[in-house]
């Protein structure tokens, strides 16, 4: 039976990729690194990297949140993101009028995956992230 999450697990550098597969449109590709850091009871999340998209010239691409001691998940400004299950499994994001779902696999620990199914009237991706532990310096 998988160990459940704790926040300090996730403590550290990782490595990212990602690909997202649109409904229509050209697949992108996500290279980079996310940097989790202790912040008091919480980590700071950032991700930084190279976005490429075919036929466009690939660009920096950065997103940052705020992980809590119960895995909850917060956008920078402190709104609500997700709660990500310990372990592993789906979860929901409502965005009006968008649906958000996640699925965490941790069963390949220090190496984890997530994939979002965004659906909505705008929005129709599968976007799956493959995070391997980076050694320390």
Same mark, same amino acid.
């Given at each position: 039976?998988?160990?459940?999450?704790?926040?300090?697990?996730?403590?550290?550098?990782?490595?990212?990729?990602?690909?997202?597969?649109?409904? #229509?449109?050209?697949?992108?590709?996500?290279? +980079?690194?996310? *940097?989790?850091?202790?912040?008091? @009871? %919480?980590?700071?999340?950032?991700?930084?990297?190279?976005?490429?998209?075919?036929?466009?010239?690939?660009?920096?691409?950065?997103?940052?949140?705020?992980?809590?001691?119960?895995?909850?998940?917060?956008?920078?400004?402190?709104?609500? #993101?997700?709660?990500?299950?310990?372990?592993? +499994?789906?979860? *929901?994001?409502?965005?009006?009028? @968008? %649906?958000?779902?996640?699925?965490?696999?941790?069963?390949?620990?220090?190496?984890?995956?997530?994939?979002?199914?965004?659906?909505?009237?705008?929005?129709?991706?599968?976007?799956?992230?493959?995070?391997?532990?980076?050694?320390?310096?």
């Amino acid at each position: 039976m998988p160990t459940d999450r704790v926040l300090t697990d996730f403590a550290g550098t990782w490595g990212i990729a990602r690909d997202i597969v649109p409904s #229509f449109g050209s697949p992108a590709r996500f290279e +980079g690194q996310a *940097v989790w850091t202790p912040q008091e @009871d %919480t980590l700071t999340y950032v991700e930084t990297g190279i976005l490429s998209i075919p036929g466009s010239t690939p660009m920096r691409a950065e997103r940052r949140y705020i992980w809590g001691a119960d895995l909850s998940v917060y956008f920078e400004g402190g709104a609500f #993101f997700h709660q990500v299950p310990a372990g592993g +499994g789906r979860t *929901v994001h409502f965005c009006e009028p @968008d %649906t958000y779902l996640v699925d965490y696999d941790f069963g390949d620990w220090p190496q984890f995956r997530t994939v979002w199914s965004v659906k909505g009237p705008k929005k129709s991706y599968v976007m799956t992230s493959l995070f391997t532990r980076q050694a320390a310096a």
